[in-house]
């Protein structure tokens, strides 16, 4: 699979509750994980370090954001991200993150649209907590809002990344258009990223996945363009 081949569009009806090998079968992808994650957090050490110096420089609280979320057959995990918003930023708004928030600091908005803010998850990947590729892991009253389909996608590890990742780049600006983005995000939003990933268990595969990777870090990096539209 090429990456400008990715599918990001979901199917008219879910996919059939099945995993592929890649995913259920081996250690070929779990061996992946390790390698990338170890190899990544060795060569963005420098970064990581100089990113969590300028978010204690810059505003109060500390460099990581951590979350509970539900990780493969329920078990929940702490999720890493660098810290993008204010100390208290859940006593300033909703749980939905949209467009010109307020409440992301000025060095939050550059980490969240390079993405830099999602690589303390490599420390996930490692643990065994994520993949690199799968179904974004999700806060627990939504994975309970759909727990029939969550029974299929939690067969697997979340990723940091997948199909609904690329299709849902810029979710945070999608969401700030609706008059409800917790409603937009539950009725619409969320149930496309369940049939992507269900659409994704099945297919899953190492060309895939390294495909998705390529889709998802090539954006982050000047003067490259992807082969097709995310």
């Known amino acids: 699979?090429?990456?400008?081949?990715?599918?990001?569009?979901?199917?008219?009806?879910?996919?059939?509750?099945?995993?592929s090998r890649w995913v259920s079968g081996g250690w070929g992808k779990r061996?992946?994980?390790i390698l990338a994650s170890a190899a990544g957090l060795l060569v963005l050490s420098p970064l990581l370090?100089?990113?969590?110096?300028?978010?204690?420089?810059?505003?109060?609280g500390p460099a990581l954001f951590r979350q509970e979320r539900v990780g493969r057959r329920f078990r929940p995990f702490v999720i890493y991200k660098f810290r993008t918003m204010v100390q208290d930023a859940p006593a300033r708004g909703g749980v939905i993150t949209v467009g010109e928030d307020p409440r992301?600091?000025?060095?939050?908005?550059?980490?969240?649209?390079?993405?830099?803010?999602?690589?303390?998850?490599?420390?996930?990947v490692l643990k065994g907590d994520m993949s690199l590729v799968g179904p974004r892991?999700?806060?627990?009253?939504?994975?309970?809002?759909?727990?029939?389909?969550?029974?299929?996608?939690?067969?697997?590890?979340?990723?940091?990344?997948d199909l609904a990742s690329l299709k849902y780049r810029?979710?945070?600006?999608?969401?700030?258009?609706?008059?409800?983005?917790?409603?937009k995000y539950v009725a619409e939003v969320l149930p496309d990223k369940i049939l992507l990933a269900r659409?994704?268990?099945?297919?899953?595969?190492?060309?895939?996945?390294?495909?998705?990777?390529?889709?998802?870090?090539?954006?982050m990096v000047p003067f490259t363009e992807p082969g097709g539209e995310a």
Not at 1 to 19: D, G
Not at 49 to 60: F, Q
Not at 172 to 177: E, H, N
Not at 199 to 219: C, E, M, N
């Open 104 to 124: 992301i600091t000025r060095l939050g908005r550059f980490l969240r649209k390079t993405k830099i803010d999602e690589f303390p998850q490599l420390l996930n």
């Open 31 to 33: 061996a992946l994980d």
């Open 49 to 60: 370090v100089g990113v969590a110096l300028l978010i204690k420089l810059t505003s109060r």
């Open 199 to 219: 659409y994704y268990l099945g297919q899953a595969s190492f060309s895939g996945d390294v495909a998705v990777i390529l889709r998802t870090v090539l954006p």
């Open 137 to 161: 892991p999700e806060a627990p009253r939504y994975v309970e809002m759909f727990r029939k389909d969550y029974e299929v996608l939690l067969e697997a590890r979340p990723g940091i990344t």
């Open 1 to 19: 699979m090429s990456v400008s081949e990715i599918t990001i569009h979901a199917p008219r009806s879910p996919a059939a509750p099945q995993v």
């Open 170 to 183: 810029n979710e945070a600006a999608l969401l700030a258009t609706a008059a409800d983005p917790l409603g």
